[in-house]
């Protein structure tokens, strides 16, 4: 591991972990861990010592990716997301305070999602997968904001939002 593993937290590990490849996961109480080629000797002694730490890491990130915006931007957390579609980590944050702090530390702005910016997107009207991912390819390659969205609201001309 690129620390002693003993020194990192539970996330941190986990994080470092799949920097590493594997895909890491709770069944009952053990860890299924893959791919199982990829288990050193150093990283099963990690696993079998800090089992507990993952569960709580593991535990915690479930429990924020189910919360819902509000109480995400409440509980004023930040998460580092990587996407299959794009080369660099994105990240969702609370507010502008979060932001602030990730561009000072070199994270480009367009890589930041904020909450007021996610509940802009639900918004749109025919948010599909594709249009998504291209949502999100713009905006980090600008290094945009998404500031409003506007346009007529298709559900409502057809009498639907009346």
């Not at 594709?130 to 980090?140: F, L």
């Amino acid at each position: 591991m690129t620390r002693s593993s003993s020194e990192m937290t539970g996330p941190r590990l986990l994080v470092e972990l799949r920097r590493r490849g594997l895909t890491v996961a709770q069944e009952g109480d053990r860890l299924r861990v893959a791919p199982k080629n990829a288990l050193t000797p150093e990283v099963r002694e990690t696993l079998a010592s800090r089992k507990g730490d993952l569960f709580s890491a593991l535990s915690l990130e479930a429990r924020i990716l189910s919360m819902p915006l509000d109480r995400f931007e409440r509980e004023r957390r930040s998460l580092e997301v990587r996407v299959p579609w794009l080369p660099e980590t994105l990240w969702f944050v609370p507010g502008e305070r979060q932001v602030e702090s990730l561009t000072k530390q070199g994270v480009g702005r367009g890589r930041i999602w904020t909450v007021r910016e996610l509940l802009l997107l639900y918004k749109l009207p025919s948010l599909d997968r594709r249009r998504t991912q291209e949502i999100g390819q713009v905006k980090a390659r600008l290094g945009g904001e998404i500031v409003s969205v506007e346009g007529p609201d298709p559900m409502y001309r057809q009498g639907v939002g009346r």
